[in-house]
């Protein structure tokens, strides 16, 4: 059927199409519209026995489908950019393995500078790998070569990747021609694995090779791709037979007839070097292309055929090998050894800038005129190089380059009128506010440190968090108060997520002290090695913090975590706990709590919103390591968070702060409520107030007076659908019981 | 091909609002394509959302820097950012405010418009009263259709109703209705307006 639909919703639909049986995912975007829709799909039973795994990480993901795969399931995963290269030791091996698992790439860049938009560096990344890697041009092919990709996995035994343009392809839409699951069915026959994990059958999977067959292996692994050459081309005809529509194949040609130019591309941008093409040829210039929709296995004798006769080649491509140009380009320029055919390299689109069509144009005028440098990046700002080139000359003062390009364009205004940038938003940094408050009742002892004139406002205002937001507010009592603990000698690390992202980006930073942002699982790990770079130069003053969401500390960074408390290094770590990945559009988190809608827990089902029995508490796990400080905290009572940060920062070793804060868009609580929610967490001993040391309770902050569950979660349209009609009383009576353990736990009615 | 960019802030449904365009251009039989400018953008930030919509299946994937429309869903933005970027000179601009073009100071920026493809109108109000929320994207649409003509009202109820099935989806298409009878009255006013200006 011909819909209008987005792209991620079409391959979530193909892929429920191909019947999987088990779906591992980790939310980055921009895939996430991918799996949210196939977790609603599985959770609705659209799918059969599908089971669908919110998963802990990238690695987590893949490596419970290599488990999967390996007990005889059709598995299906998509991931990106950080994602890709954090599950990079799986990815060869369930190459390495032989498993025909399908996973998509949304494709976008890799950092630093952090950047979700789109580009190929990814999957370049591990083209390597021993995946086949295809390559979408618009959504229909998209859907096309996921149902392919199952079938060719399987006939091959061999992992493949589905690279589609993040944001590009996945949040477009436009129409989609999705097939009948009869059709699809007949075209993808069960899953039938050549080797399993059988009781029957038992066999040994994944054990040591050495020097003497390693090469043999990997030949074969050679050899099973040259296969996937001859399959590709043959599955056009069987998926044109079973679906009735012409798609996929190893590369496709657009008026190369009598072209003399041929341009070479991946992926989306070939709609509009396609578009480029028809005026250039209505001018006289005889140009056509060659999308390659197989990267790897590389078509090298096919395209050799197919170039011969052009007189000049140029790749555009979506990804730089940095010292070296382009990566598609030096493969091209192997496949026409010894044709005395120039290739041009050109890098273009970059982390998201727009390849526009004049550009395109332009570039090939330019080729032909030989007026392109090699390598040549498309729309390059030369004015921002320069100057920074200039300035590089006067100072050796290393650090990261971006902020001051940053600095330059902005300056220039460099956005709006460089060929291939969008309009962007502009905004202005608030001034600094100091909040005159007189005739105060507290002694200046204690008196909270937000309410003092000289407190640092470590987190400036003008960031850009959403109204009401729980953790600007959190990290903004615990940074101040982390500060004045420290005398300002205060060096913070941030994992990736909503915080990162909105006191940033490059040139704007709301951060008044040195911060550090590396990557989304690995905080705790740069926070030790900060802390033993100022113990190796006798700094002692100097503290160290680590600030994560849940996401980074319950889930992706667990493991670093674990080891920053086991070593007992002297780092504070804060977690601002908002119960869900938030950064990335509201998908379950460990620390989600039971019934909790988020779009990876949808309502729909037999047990709508998040299971209950499932998530972690990390301040246990914390005091499992017997750390000298583990507290809770709550945006709602300053005082007793900004005490337990001071206590935390006058104490050595390893410490850890969970604090509980409310997400307005991810909760759907109004923004105004944000202090009353988390105060009803409290309040109902849901989220209790609590400190201990070296792994046992000391302290508990006692409630002023119970309240039941109900008024903390009417509050929040996660839980509306425990309200009825009719009201799921057995839900909220078994979220009392979490509560009312919670207070006999922790004695907290006094 | 026409092609239209929308300007708002994060959770506004600028996004929804470009999808839905699309959709329904994809019920009147045409090709269409929405995608947003997706950024890593918070509810209150900047962002914009893009639609074409073609006879013939559309290739390029490039952003819209020429458009032919211009919906401007939050007109906060008119001073802060170049929203009038590239607009075609015989392009349409809706704007959603309750104020004149002149009290919101940006006629300088209309002046090779024709006056009847331009109109400022309440369409947060007319959200407000028919979802009792002030996402205006229903009522744009339906100022959409009537101000260019190019897209059957009734296709624009068809995508919203299809993107919200039930009670949301009605009181949107309510709200659409009602703006497209504004504006058409609005745009008859301008056409007597340009009529009698020319008859002189």
Not at chain 1, 264 to 284: H, M, Q, W
Not at chain 2, 133 to 139: E, F, G, M, T
């Given at each position: 059927m011909r819909v209008q639909i987005e792209g991620s919703q079409a391959v979530a639909d193909a892929v429920a199409l191909c019947r999987p049986e088990v779906i591992a995912a980790y939310p980055i975007s921009p895939q996430t519209h991918i799996v949210e829709r196939l977790s609603r799909k599985v959770k609705q039973g659209d799918v059969g026995r599908c089971q669908f795994l919110n998963v802990e990480s990238e690695l987590g993901a893949l490596s419970a489908l290599i488990g999967a795969s390996a007990a005889g399931a059709r598995i299906y995963t998509a991931t990106t950019s950080q994602g890709l290269l954090f599950m990079a030791e799986a990815v060869y091996n369930a190459a390495g393995l032989g498993l025909p698992i399908v996973m998509t790439i949304a494709n976008r860049a890799i950092g630093a500078p952090i950047n979700i938009w789109n580009d190929h560096s990814d999957s370049m990344a591990l083209r390597d790998a021993g995946w086949i890697q295809l390559f979408a041009e618009d959504n229909q092919e998209a859907v096309d070569l996921h149902i392919q990709a199952f079938r060719l996995a399987e006939d091959l035994s061999c992992p493949v990747m589905v690279c589609m343009d993040g944001y590009i392809l996945t949040h477009a839409y436009e129409p989609v021609d999705l097939p009948d699951q009869t059709l699809v069915d007949d075209f993808l026959p069960p899953f039938n694995p050549v080797q399993m994990l059988d009781p029957d059958d038992p066999i040994s999977i994944g054990a040591m090779v050495g020097p003497e067959a390693f090469t043999e292996v990997r030949y074969l692994s050679h050899r099973q791709h040259l296969r996937a050459l001859e399959l590709i081309p043959d599955l056009i005809g069987v998926f044109d037979r079973h679906l009735h529509r012409l798609s996929g194949g190893l590369y496709s040609l657009y008026l190369m007839g009598d072209a003399d130019i041929a341009v070479i591309a991946l992926g989306s941008v070939n709609g509009t070097i396609k578009d480029a093409i028809d005026e250039l040829r209505n001018e006289g210039i005889a140009v056509g292309c060659v999308k390659i929709g197989c990267y790897r296995p590389f078509p090298m004798q096919q395209l050799r055929a197919e170039l011969e006769g052009v007189t000049r080649v140029i790749v555009v491509e979506k990804d730089l090998a940095v010292g070296m140009g382009g990566i598609v380009s030096a493969d091209v320029q192997m496949a026409l050894q010894g044709l005395q055919i120039p290739v041009h390299t050109v890098i273009a689109g970059l982390g998201g800038r727009s390849i526009s069509k004049s550009s395109l144009k332009r570039m090939i005028q330019d080729a032909r005129a030989e007026r392109l440098s090699e390598p040549h990046f498309l729309d390059l700002n030369w004015t921002a190089i320069n100057e920074e080139l200039a300035r590089g000359q006067d100072t050796r003062r290393a650090g990261p380059v971006a902020e001051r390009l940053l600095r330059v364009i902005d300056a220039r205004g460099a956005r709006l009128s460089e060929g291939g940038t969008d309009v962007d938003s502009t905004y202005q940094v608030l001034p600094d506010r100091h909040l005159h408050?007189?005739?105060?009742?507290?002694?200046?002892?204690?008196?909270?440190?937000?309410?003092?004139?000289?407190?640092?406002?470590?987190?400036?205002?003008?960031?850009?968090?959403?109204?009401?937001?729980?953790?600007?507010?959190?990290?903004?009592?615990?940074?101040?108060?982390?500060?004045?603990?420290?005398?300002?000698?205060?060096?913070?690390?941030?994992?990736?997520?909503?915080?990162?992202?909105?006191?940033?980006?490059?040139?704007?930073?709301?951060?008044?002290?040195?911060?550090?942002?590396?990557?989304?699982?690995n905080a705790p790990a740069v926070a030790s090695g900060v802390a033993a770079a100022l113990r190796a130069k006798g700094r002692d003053e100097v503290k160290v913090i680590v600030q994560g969401g849940d996401g980074a500390t319950v889930d992706i960074g667990l493991g670093c975590l674990s080891g920053m408390f086991e070593r007992n290094d002297d780092v504070l770590y804060l977690c601002y706990d908002n119960e869900a990945y938030m950064n990335t559009g509201i998908q379950r988190s460990g620390s989600t709590p039971p019934f909790?809608?988020?779009?990876?827990?949808?309502?729909?089902?037999?047990?709508?919103?998040?299971?209950?029995?499932?998530?972690?508490?990390?301040?246990?796990?914390?005091?499992?390591?017997?750390?000298?400080?583990?507290?809770?905290?709550?945006?709602?009572?300053?005082?007793?968070?900004?005490?337990?940060?001071?206590?935390?920062?006058?104490?050595?070793?390893?410490?850890?702060?969970?604090?509980?804060?409310?997400?307005?868009?991810?909760?759907?609580?109004?923004?105004?409520?944000?202090?009353?929610?988390?105060?009803?967490?409290?309040?109902?001993?849901?989220?209790?107030?609590?400190?201990?040391?070296?792994?046992?309770?000391?302290?508990?902050?006692?409630?002023?007076?119970?309240?039941?569950?109900?008024?903390?979660?009417?509050?929040?349209?996660?839980?509306?659908?425990?309200?009825?009609?009719?009201?799921?009383?057995?839900?909220?009576?078994?979220?009392?019981?979490?509560?009312?353990?919670?207070?006999?736990?922790?004695?907290?009615?006094? | 091909m026409l092609q239209i960019r929308f300007h708002g802030r994060g959770g506004q449904g600028v996004v929804t609002a470009a999808e839905l365009l699309s959709m329904a251009a994809f019920s009147d039989g045409k090709h269409a394509q929405a995608f947003p400018s997706f950024g890593s953008e918070r509810m209150g930030a900047p962002m914009m959302a893009f639609c074409r919509i073609d006879r013939k299946h559309i290739r390029t994937r490039e952003a819209v820097t020429n458009p032919d429309v211009l919906i401007i869903q939050d007109p906060t933005l008119l001073h802060q950012i170049d929203l009038f970027a590239g607009l075609a000179p015989v392009g349409y601009v809706l704007i959603n405010s309750t104020l004149t073009l002149e009290q919101l100071g940006i006629e300088d920026f209309l002046k090779t418009l024709s006056v009847d493809h331009v109109c400022a109108f309440p369409a947060s109000d007319l959200s407000l009263k028919h979802l009792k929320r002030p996402i205006a994207n229903a009522p744009l649409l339906g100022g959409f259709a009537a101000i260019t003509g190019l897209i059957q009202l009734g296709s624009v109820e068809t995508a919203i109703r299809q993107k919200f099935p039930g009670p949301v989806g009605e009181a949107n298409t309510a709200a659409a209705r009602e703006a497209y009878d504004y504006v058409t009255t609005h745009i008859t006013e301008q056409q007597g307006v340009l009529h009698h200006a020319r008859a002189n």
């Amino acid at each position: 059927m011909r819909v209008q639909i987005e792209g991620s919703q079409a391959v979530a639909d193909a892929v429920a199409l191909c019947r999987p049986e088990v779906i591992a995912a980790y939310p980055i975007s921009p895939q996430t519209h991918i799996v949210e829709r196939l977790s609603r799909k599985v959770k609705q039973g659209d799918v059969g026995r599908c089971q669908f795994l919110n998963v802990e990480s990238e690695l987590g993901a893949l490596s419970a489908l290599i488990g999967a795969s390996a007990a005889g399931a059709r598995i299906y995963t998509a991931t990106t950019s950080q994602g890709l290269l954090f599950m990079a030791e799986a990815v060869y091996n369930a190459a390495g393995l032989g498993l025909p698992i399908v996973m998509t790439i949304a494709n976008r860049a890799i950092g630093a500078p952090i950047n979700i938009w789109n580009d190929h560096s990814d999957s370049m990344a591990l083209r390597d790998a021993g995946w086949i890697q295809l390559f979408a041009e618009d959504n229909q092919e998209a859907v096309d070569l996921h149902i392919q990709a199952f079938r060719l996995a399987e006939d091959l035994s061999c992992p493949v990747m589905v690279c589609m343009d993040g944001y590009i392809l996945t949040h477009a839409y436009e129409p989609v021609d999705l097939p009948d699951q009869t059709l699809v069915d007949d075209f993808l026959p069960p899953f039938n694995p050549v080797q399993m994990l059988d009781p029957d059958d038992p066999i040994s999977i994944g054990a040591m090779v050495g020097p003497e067959a390693f090469t043999e292996v990997r030949y074969l692994s050679h050899r099973q791709h040259l296969r996937a050459l001859e399959l590709i081309p043959d599955l056009i005809g069987v998926f044109d037979r079973h679906l009735h529509r012409l798609s996929g194949g190893l590369y496709s040609l657009y008026l190369m007839g009598d072209a003399d130019i041929a341009v070479i591309a991946l992926g989306s941008v070939n709609g509009t070097i396609k578009d480029a093409i028809d005026e250039l040829r209505n001018e006289g210039i005889a140009v056509g292309c060659v999308k390659i929709g197989c990267y790897r296995p590389f078509p090298m004798q096919q395209l050799r055929a197919e170039l011969e006769g052009v007189t000049r080649v140029i790749v555009v491509e979506k990804d730089l090998a940095v010292g070296m140009g382009g990566i598609v380009s030096a493969d091209v320029q192997m496949a026409l050894q010894g044709l005395q055919i120039p290739v041009h390299t050109v890098i273009a689109g970059l982390g998201g800038r727009s390849i526009s069509k004049s550009s395109l144009k332009r570039m090939i005028q330019d080729a032909r005129a030989e007026r392109l440098s090699e390598p040549h990046f498309l729309d390059l700002n030369w004015t921002a190089i320069n100057e920074e080139l200039a300035r590089g000359q006067d100072t050796r003062r290393a650090g990261p380059v971006a902020e001051r390009l940053l600095r330059v364009i902005d300056a220039r205004g460099a956005r709006l009128s460089e060929g291939g940038t969008d309009v962007d938003s502009t905004y202005q940094v608030l001034p600094d506010r100091h909040l005159h408050r007189r005739n105060r009742l507290l002694d200046e002892a204690t008196q909270a440190v937000q309410s003092r004139m000289d407190r640092m406002n470590s987190l400036n205002s003008g960031h850009r968090a959403c109204q009401g937001c729980g953790e600007a507010l959190g990290a903004r009592y615990a940074v101040d108060a982390a500060m004045r603990a420290s005398h300002n000698q205060l060096i913070a690390i941030n994992a990736t997520g909503c915080l990162e992202v909105f006191s940033s980006p490059y040139p704007e930073s709301s951060w008044q002290i040195p911060w550090m942002h590396s990557l989304f699982g690995n905080a705790p790990a740069v926070a030790s090695g900060v802390a033993a770079a100022l113990r190796a130069k006798g700094r002692d003053e100097v503290k160290v913090i680590v600030q994560g969401g849940d996401g980074a500390t319950v889930d992706i960074g667990l493991g670093c975590l674990s080891g920053m408390f086991e070593r007992n290094d002297d780092v504070l770590y804060l977690c601002y706990d908002n119960e869900a990945y938030m950064n990335t559009g509201i998908q379950r988190s460990g620390s989600t709590p039971p019934f909790a809608r988020t779009n990876t827990t949808q309502i729909v089902g037999d047990h709508p919103g998040n299971l209950l029995g499932t998530g972690k508490n990390l301040p246990h796990i914390a005091m499992a390591h017997g750390i000298p400080y583990v507290g809770t905290a709550s945006v709602a009572d300053l005082h007793d968070l900004e005490e337990k940060v001071t206590r935390a920062m006058g104490l050595q070793g390893a410490r850890y702060i969970h604090i509980h804060v409310p997400c307005p868009l991810g909760w759907g609580s109004e923004p105004a409520h944000t202090i009353q929610v988390a105060r009803l967490a409290v309040e109902s001993g849901l989220f209790p107030l609590f400190e201990a040391e070296f792994g046992k309770v000391i302290r508990s902050t006692p409630m002023r007076h119970k309240v039941p569950v109900e008024r903390y979660l009417e509050l929040q349209t996660r839980f509306k659908h425990l309200f009825g009609p009719p009201p799921d009383t057995e839900a909220i009576a078994s979220i009392q019981a979490l509560a009312d353990h919670n207070i006999a736990t922790y004695g907290l009615l006094g | 091909m026409l092609q239209i960019r929308f300007h708002g802030r994060g959770g506004q449904g600028v996004v929804t609002a470009a999808e839905l365009l699309s959709m329904a251009a994809f019920s009147d039989g045409k090709h269409a394509q929405a995608f947003p400018s997706f950024g890593s953008e918070r509810m209150g930030a900047p962002m914009m959302a893009f639609c074409r919509i073609d006879r013939k299946h559309i290739r390029t994937r490039e952003a819209v820097t020429n458009p032919d429309v211009l919906i401007i869903q939050d007109p906060t933005l008119l001073h802060q950012i170049d929203l009038f970027a590239g607009l075609a000179p015989v392009g349409y601009v809706l704007i959603n405010s309750t104020l004149t073009l002149e009290q919101l100071g940006i006629e300088d920026f209309l002046k090779t418009l024709s006056v009847d493809h331009v109109c400022a109108f309440p369409a947060s109000d007319l959200s407000l009263k028919h979802l009792k929320r002030p996402i205006a994207n229903a009522p744009l649409l339906g100022g959409f259709a009537a101000i260019t003509g190019l897209i059957q009202l009734g296709s624009v109820e068809t995508a919203i109703r299809q993107k919200f099935p039930g009670p949301v989806g009605e009181a949107n298409t309510a709200a659409a209705r009602e703006a497209y009878d504004y504006v058409t009255t609005h745009i008859t006013e301008q056409q007597g307006v340009l009529h009698h200006a020319r008859a002189n």
